[in-house]
């Protein structure tokens, strides 16, 4: 089922870093991964997708790495700007029947 | 610009009342559409999936009674907050499936703030 986080994990990091950000999911029969951005009072915004038959996938600025043997996520941000900061979601579906949120990393960029 | 769009962004109302959320595909047909709620600093949590024609599938602890959604076209569904209590105050969310594209992309969110 879906998880939810009371706590969102705070990333912080400087202006012009690279960022990654870190998702574990929990079921094996998923198949398709987002990651969204949600600025405060917004709705999710796409950033990138990936299907369980790839790896890796780049898009702008973005990487996503997935590991299917440990189940796990991971979004990379290059030359992280302050626009950047927002709290960022990965999401885990399986043929678009159910579609479960994991529970949010919050990203600070420091100017 | 929005693909997804969602209507009222905010709405106040007295406990007891009925609100209904839409949302609505701007420029692709949408099967499938998802409802969420967010609480403050919390993830999204799924409510329903939403496909069009047929009834609405809800997730465990989810009252259909109290949240009725209807998906009757392929760009529009509907969530309808019935007697709404001040628990129910949240910020609601949709997403659109589009199949063409095969992404899904959200609505704005919907602030409900129950009086």
């Known amino acids: 089922g879906e998880s939810v986080g009371l706590h969102l994990p705070t990333l912080s990091v400087q202006e012009g870093d690279n960022s990654i950000i870190n998702c574990a999911y929990s079921?094996?029969?998923?198949?398709?991964f987002i990651w969204y951005k949600q600025e405060s009072g917004k709705g999710p915004q796409f950033i990138i997708d990936?299907?369980?038959?790839?790896d890796k996938r780049q898009g702008q600025r973005v990487t996503v790495l997935l590991n299917k043997t440990v189940k796990h996520l991971s979004l990379q941000i290059a030359a992280t700007q302050p626009g950047d900061s927002a709290v960022y979601f990965c999401?885990?579906?399986?043929?678009?029947?159910?579609?479960?949120f994991g529970s949010g990393t919050k990203l600070n960029v420091k100017p | 610009g929005a693909v997804v769009s969602q209507h009222p962004s905010w709405v106040i109302c007295k406990s007891g009342t009925s609100v209904k959320i839409e949302c609505r595909s701007l420029?692709?047909?949408?099967?499938?559409m998802f409802w969420y709620r967010q609480f403050p600093k919390q993830s999204l949590m799924l409510m329903a999936t939403?496909?069009?024609?047929?009834?609405?599938?809800?997730e465990q602890g989810v009252e259909k009674d109290k949240f009725l959604i209807n998906h009757a076209s392929l760009t529009l569904s509907t969530l309808t907050v019935t007697s709404a209590h001040p628990e129910d105050s949240s910020f609601y969310i949709c997403?659109?499936?589009?199949?063409?594209?095969?992404?899904?992309?959200f609505g704005e969110g919907s602030w409900l703030t129950v009086v």
């Open positions: 997403s659109a499936y589009r199949v063409n594209g095969n992404t899904i992309y």
């Open positions: 079921n094996s029969a998923s198949d398709y």
């Open positions: 990936i299907r369980s038959n790839m």
């Open positions: 999401a885990e579906g399986d043929n678009f029947n159910i579609f479960y």
């Open positions: 420029d692709f047909q949408a099967t499938t």
């Open positions: 939403s496909n069009e024609g047929s009834k609405a599938t809800y």
